[in-house]
């Protein structure tokens, strides 16, 4: 995608908004405007039956039905209630202990921080993903959930899910698993995992922002305690009046996923290899960590003995990327996900994020190596002057 002069390429921090989402929630917003909550009359059950049909786009995408989506502000709010829900636990077993990837997203990080539950780190494997051994050695009957990405929004590195939820199926644990980057990377079917808790993001998958869910899985419902307790909207679950248009957008951009994301992973993993192989084919860059088992956008790219914030700053406003997550950005602090793989701060002072996606083209790979290799020239020339 380009803005401009602008090429796009942070994906992994916001998707475009897709037009055909953009037109759900124009038609949501003339017809569907009448408060979803109002019980009295055709325009509110109108409202609400378009919600219903959301949750139920959002829950098929993620192996679940429409009942097992709590519609929140966004993945940020769905994991605090998370985490609510497990010191809930801990108070009624005694259970104190909470299992946090070491590079999960800082939502999770600082949310188990602030939980009150003793919070122990899993160390990442060598794809720079949570290690289930590890997990596995750390777990204790003390522990009361287990959280973890599923997919790295900095790395791209996939969880082995099915692993991770086996070790907490046999000692009885919770796992919740932030999914925000992974309907672009991995099909994901809860029951089948048998993971508890996960939550997701609308405007990770071409969704509008503001909008997220928790989906809960068999036997969790009575645990979730919402932050806002509002007039009791969803079943008391979650209060405030829930926004139509966002919420339809939102369940479209699920059903647009589902119906493309196997052609759709092939074609941007193939114009991510494209991009990767141009900048270490000119010995610009090298790819942190291997590309299987990774998110198909995802292209952490290390530029030895360039700082990444000067090399961006110098490609500005020709490409959008990030040195690290966008929650993180402006931090003088080195990534906490490339420190917990196990680099120094100066090689991660090195490394940016490239991420693809859908409106990603080929032309564009190559117009913005090109800059980058112009950057990294001036860059060089500016070190020896």
Known sequence: MQVGETIYLDYQATTPLDARVLGVMHEAAEALFANPHAADHALGWRAAAAIAHAADQVGNLYGLQGDDVIFTSGASEANAMVFRAAKMLSDQTGQAGAQVGAADHSSVLNEAKSSGLITGLIS?????????????????????????????????????????????????????????????????????????????????????????????????ADHVMPLIVGAGQQEGRRGGTMPTELICGFGEACRLVDETKESERVRVATIRNRFVELLERSNLATLVGGVEYRHPGNALMRFPGCEASDLLARVQPKIAASTQSACSSGSIEPSHVLLAMGYDADIASECVRFSFGRFSTDDQVVTAVEILEQAVREASVAVFE
């Open 124 to 220: 990442l494997d060598g794809r720079g993903a949570p290690d289930p051994r590890r997990l596995e050695n750390s777990l204790t009957e003390k522990t009361a959930i287990v959280s973890i990405v599923g997919v790295n929004n900095e790395n791209g590195a996939i969880a082995d899910l099915k692993a991770i939820s086996d070790v907490c199926a046999q000692s009885g644990t919770v796992l919740h698993v932030d999914l925000s980057q992974s309907a672009l990377a991995v099909d994901i079917d809860l029951l089948e995992l048998g993971i508890s808790f996960a939550t997701v993001s609308a405007h990770k998958l071409y969704g509008p922002k503001g909008v997220g869910a928790l989906l809960v899985g068999p036997g969790m």
